[in-house]
C-alpha cells in the first residue's frame, strides 16, 4: 500500500512490562526509520534499517531497546523494561533507496508508561 | 554535525496576514532540505523539498546557501495552515533525517 502502517496506535504499559510496536513500511521502500517524539516534540532518530539489515543506530538506547526488520513481516520495535521517560509518540517512516524525496511517516504509536 | 534550527517555538498571525517560518542549518556537506507538517492528531506530511523548487498549499521555501537558511513562506495565511511545521536535513550518508525542533503556526480568524 501507500501507507506506512503502524500498530497498536495506543499501548499502555507498568513500569517495568514490555513494549512492542509494529511497522509496514510501504512496499518497495528499502530504507526504514524509527523516530522518538517526547513532549517537546522533538524528533529523536532511533533508528534505522535497509532492508532487514541495520544501517544506522546510532540513536538507540542499546539497554532496553532493540529493532528488527525480517522479510515478509512487520518490523517491531521493542522496548524491555519499560520506564516513565520513554513515554512518548513512536513514529515509523521509510523511504526509497537513494531518495531525495523525504520519508514518508507513519501515524504513530503513543506509548504511555504509568 | 549537522544542525537545524527554528527559533519560533510558535507563530500567532491573522487570517491573510503574510507568514515566514525561520529555518536555518548547519551541514559540512551539500544539503538536502525539507518542511513538514503536522496537523493536530495526524501524521507528519511531507510539504516541500528544497530541490523541487515547488508551491504546495501557496507555501514556498527557497535555499540560501550564504546564510544557511530554507526559510518557509506563505503570502496569505489560512487559518486551515494552523499546525506544527518542522524544518528537516537530510544527512544523505546515512539517509537520516535531521529535525528542527518545529514551530506551531496559529492563524486566527
Known amino acids: 500500500g501507500e501507507e506506512v502502517a503502524q500498530t497498536p496506535k495506543h499501548l499502555v504499559r507498568g513500569e517495568g512490562q514490555k513494549a512492542k510496536l509494529y511497522c509496514a513500511p510501504i512496499k518497495g521502500h528499502s530504507y526504514v526509520f524509527w523516530y522518538q517524539q517526547v513532549l517537546k516534540n522533538e524528533f529523536k532518530f532511533l533508528i534505522s534499517f535497509q532492508n532487514e539489515n541495520v544501517f544506522d543506530e546510532t540513536g538507540m538506547p542499546k539497554e532496553r531497546f532493540s529493532a528488527k526488520c525480517l522479510p515478509n513481516s512487520p518490523c517491531s520495535l521493542e522496548i524491555q523494561a519499560t520506564k516513565l521517560e520513554d513515554s512518548a509518540v513512536y513514529f515509523c517512516?521509510?523511504?526509497?533507496?537513494?531518495?531525495?524525496?523525504?520519508?514518508?511517516f507513519g501515524s504513530g504509536t503513543r506509548l504511555t508508561v504509568v | 554535525a549537522q544542525r537545524v534550527t527554528q527559533p519560533e517555538k510558535l507563530l500567532s498571525v491573522f487570517k491573510g496576514a503574510p507568514v515566514e517560518l525561520k529555518c536555518n542549518y548547519s551541514y559540512s556537506g551539500s544539503p538536502e532540505l525539507f518542511w513538514y507538517v503536522q496537523y493536530s492528531r495526524q501524521r507528519l506530511q511531507l510539504l516541500l523539498r528544497h530541490i523541487s523548487r515547488e508551491s504546495i498549499k501557496g507555501f514556498t521555501a527557497d535555499l540560501n546557501k550564504g546564510e544557511t537558511s530554507f526559510h518557509l513562506k506563505k503570502p496569505f495565511a489560512q487559518e486551515e495552515d494552523s499546525a506544527m511545521y518542522y524544518c528537516a536535513l537530510m544527512n544523505t550518508g546515512f539517509q537520516k533525517l535531521v529535525f528542527g525542533t518545529g514551530t506551531r503556526l496559529l492563524v486566527s480568524p
Open positions: 517512516a521509510s523511504s526509497l533507496q537513494g531518495s531525495n524525496y523525504g520519508y514518508t
